[in-house]
């Protein structure tokens, strides 16, 4: 009797972005390889995984990377859509899936949307800010678009170790916050340093014609990190959370207006 | 005249800092940043003490203002924020529990400043 059937190999990887384990599955080879180029630094031989998604590819037929995206919550399980992808996880399985075409824009907008979910609950968020360490400590640079994020991070010099150019992952501990690297990219395009280092300041950027630190009030302090954070779920709990833990942040974290000419010599006033 | 009474919206996330009140609608994450007359009415809000005796009591005295004048001013913000759901506003007491009033935060609409 001929088989009818084969088996398809799964295949594994895990990506650690923040220091919380995401195992992918897939059974397409060159899916996998393409996701070991994307996140090259983030990949770990790591047995444990907080969460592990099967990735289910599908052919290519006109998904839109740029329709809204809606995160929603029901018993138990958060479902996130957007135009070139679909997904769903279960936090109490730790399980869940991804329906998307074989590229690696989706299954980033993914994992971005469940570490914020994640971090939400922990006092923690994604920040659209440029992050870098310096003599120990982290520095992030918030910004709307055109706000000098990827400027301030070319600037950046060798003593530096950039953590993002894009998108900042923060994380409370203890009576701090710390820092971490991200596959999240920018303009730049180059992946942040897999490493950490305890929130020394946030600076929210503007162009200027000197370089220069201001304080800020803390109303206005916790409306400009509240306008930059990274939040997708319609859920009245995670959104108090957020809410929350901004001003948890600018309670406890230096807040300063950085106005900067474009040139290495703003590095002098930081770190 | 019939008097008005507010509720604070439990579904919205308040913050103050600074001496500036900051809330966030939980709904569809709307920030508003209240001026001090709008902080007053909603620290004030407690679905029992009417609108007339609020600006009686607190707006009359820290503004010096006509009270005739602080009132009508304080009932079209009382309706503003109601409309943007930060507060329930009603010709009764709204008491804590109240189903009715439970209900009336799912209807209308949400504008704004926003994030």
Partial sequence: MPELATDVERLTLVIEIGGMPVRVHTTDPRFLAMLQDRYAGFVTSSEHAEITFDVDLTPPQGAD????????????RWTLERGDF??????????????????????????????????????????????????????????????????????APPDATLLTDEISYVRKQDSGYIAFGTPFTGELAKLGENVS???????????????RIDPIPPGEAARSLLANLLFFAEDEDLVQ???????????RVPVSRLTFVPDARVWELIG | ???????????????????????????????????????????????????DEIVEHRIVPEFEVDPAAALQDAETLARELASHEILQISEQPILPRNPVAGESWAKGSTTGESR
């Fill in chain 1, 65 to 76: 990377p740029d329709a809204p995206v809606r995160v929603t919550h029901h018993k138990g």
């Fill in chain 1, 86 to 155: 679909r997904a769903e996880w279960q936090p109490a399985s730790r399980t869940g899936w991804i329906r998307q075409t074989a590229n690696p824009y989706s299954i980033d907008a993914v994992l971005r949307i469940v570490h914020t979910l994640v971090l939400a609950r922990q006092g923690g968020f994604l920040l659209h800010s440029a992050s870098a360490i310096r003599n120990g400590k982290a520095f992030l640079f918030a910004g709307v678009s055109e706000a000098g994020k990827t400027t301030i991070s070319r600037l």
């Fill in chain 1, 197 to 211: 280092a305890p929130v020394a300041a946030l600076y929210l950027l503007a162009k200027g014609k000197e370089n």
């Fill in chain 1, 241 to 251: 959370a957020i809410f929350h833990s901004a001003f948890e942040f600018v309670s």
């Fill in chain 2, 1 to 51: 005249m019939s008097r008005l009474y507010m509720a604070r919206n439990p579904r919205v996330a308040a913050r103050s800092l600074d001496g500036e009140m900051m809330i966030m609608s939980s709904r569809d994450s709307t920030l508003f940043t209240l001026n001090r007359t709008a902080t007053i009415l909603w620290q004030s809000a407690d679905g029992t003490t009417p609108l």
